[in-house]
């Protein structure tokens, strides 16, 4: 961050969760309550790593976050792997560049994301993906603004996946992932040293897709489902107290109607829900200093996560985010995208229109996003373009033919 001299490292991960810090500019919460209002006050879900939950690509991040059931492409290692049984193409990669708070002026700061699988045969495929996160140059600083020395935090997660139609209309995936954080090795804070953390974690999805008709035009309707991040907490202190990663629920459907032979139209909505406990740091049954909620294993932690929340069933629903997408193509050569992404005020407030371009030629696809923010809640990509390649193998050999 080479334009920002001097920054805390709760600042940044501050940025790279997208929850907003609403205690700043409200009153003091009475029991979970706001004194003056009654309402709940803002009580957003948070993990460690949340970079895993960074929408990678600028196709899904054209349409409002969505993905789970859209047309299978190499970015399904992201949002549904299972989707990946169904693709057309026998081999196909893609790779993302995605700059990271360029509104703050910084140009070091940035998501690579590089994807891609290989179908096996008729029923079977296997993708892989790699995801670099780098935080940039930072100074770190004490209580005391003491510089603490320089240091490039950096993030990356490498993931593998086998998916497999089980019928003509319906296939499963299940996946695995290593994940590895670098915030701030090497630094010694009150007494503790600052290590790496590591994590392992799984992926288990599915796919239902089915032709049907809309009036005269042939469709295809497309459903489905993905737990991600389903796995091992993380630590850099070797400490008791342990910290979620983002182990997520999607559900998504799409339906695809072609308009004629050169035109096609994609509408398409994702639900995604944090499976983490919602944060409740004032309960402490046991006194050890690490609030119960933290205490579940991961897989309690999930099962936690669906009815936790102080403010019952309805903060429960409002844990949840939601995407709506659009997809016009031309020709299967030019694509026109639009979507709106939706999260309630008090779980982060994130909320924005986005749209792009894809266009494809040969052997080559390229895919444009840019992002709108409709509310006061900052987003570390406002106003920001960024570009996802990929490569169709099987267009090269039909070339060569």
């Known amino acids: 961050m080479k334009n920002s001299p001097v920054l805390s490292l709760f600042v940044v991960t501050a ?5 907003a810090l609403f205690a700043q500019f409200s009153p003091k919460c009475v029991d979970g309550n706001n004194p003056i209002t009654g309402e709940r006050c803002a009580n957003s879900v948070t993990s460690a790593v949340p970079f895993l939950r960074i929408v990678p690509d600028a196709r899904g991040g054209a ?4 993905g789970i059931a859209t047309s299978a492409d190499p970015n399904g290692m992201h949002y549904n792997p299972s989707k990946l049984a169904f693709a057309d193409k026998n081999v196909a990669i893609s790779a993302t560049y995605t700059p990271w708070m360029r509104n703050l002026g910084l140009n ?3 998501l690579a994301y590089l994807a891609g699988y290989f179908k096996i045969d008729e029923f079977q495929a296997i993708g892989a993906s790699l995801r670099y996160f780098s935080l940039g140059d930072i100074e770190f600083t004490n209580d005391q603004g003491e510089s603490l020395g320089q240091g490039k935090p950096n993030e990356f997660e490498f993931s593998g996946a086998y998916t497999r139609k089980l019928t003509e209309k319906f296939s499963a995936a299940v996946g695995a992932k290593f994940i590895y954080s670098n915030l701030a090795t090497g630094r010694i804070v009150e007494g503790i040293e600052i ?3 590591i994590a392992g974690a799984a992926d288990l999805s599915m796919t239902y897709k089915t032709k049907t008709k809309i009036s005269d035009y042939k469709s295809d309707f497309t459903f489905g ?3 991600s991040n389903l796995g091992s907490k993380i630590t850099y202190t070797n400490s008791v107290n342990r910290d979620y990663i983002p182990t997520n629920l999607g559900l998504g459907g799409a339906l695809k109607i072609g308009l004629d032979e050169f ?7 994702d639900l995604n829900k944090l499976l983490v406990p919602t944060p409740r740091p004032e309960v402490d049954d046991d006194g050890d200093g690490v609030p119960d909620y933290k205490q ?3 897989i309690r932690g999930v099962f936690k996560s669906f009815g936790d929340a102080p403010g019952g069933f309805s903060e429960e629903l409002k844990e949840m985010t939601y995407g709506l997408g659009a997809e016009y193509w031309y020709d299967d050569q030019f694509a026109v995208r639009m979507g709106y992404f939706y999260e309630h005020w008090s779980k982060g407030n994130r909320k924005y229109f986005s749209i ?7 052997i080559f696809g390229l895919n444009f996003s840019y992002l709108v923010p409709t509310s006061n809640q900052r987003n570390p990509l406002d106003n920001t373009l960024r570009f996802s390649l990929l490569f169709d193998f099987d267009a090269f050999d039909a070339e060569e033919e």
């Open 15 to 19: 940025m790279l969760s997208g929850n």
């Open 63 to 66: 349409m409002g976050d969505v």
């Open 108 to 110: 070091d700061v940035y």
């Open 195 to 197: 290590k790496p953390g």
């Open 225 to 227: 489902a993905a737990i």
């Open 263 to 269: 035109n096609s139209i994609t509408f398409s909505t």
């Open 296 to 298: 579940y294993s991961p």
């Open 356 to 362: 792009g371009l894809g266009i494809k030629y040969n």
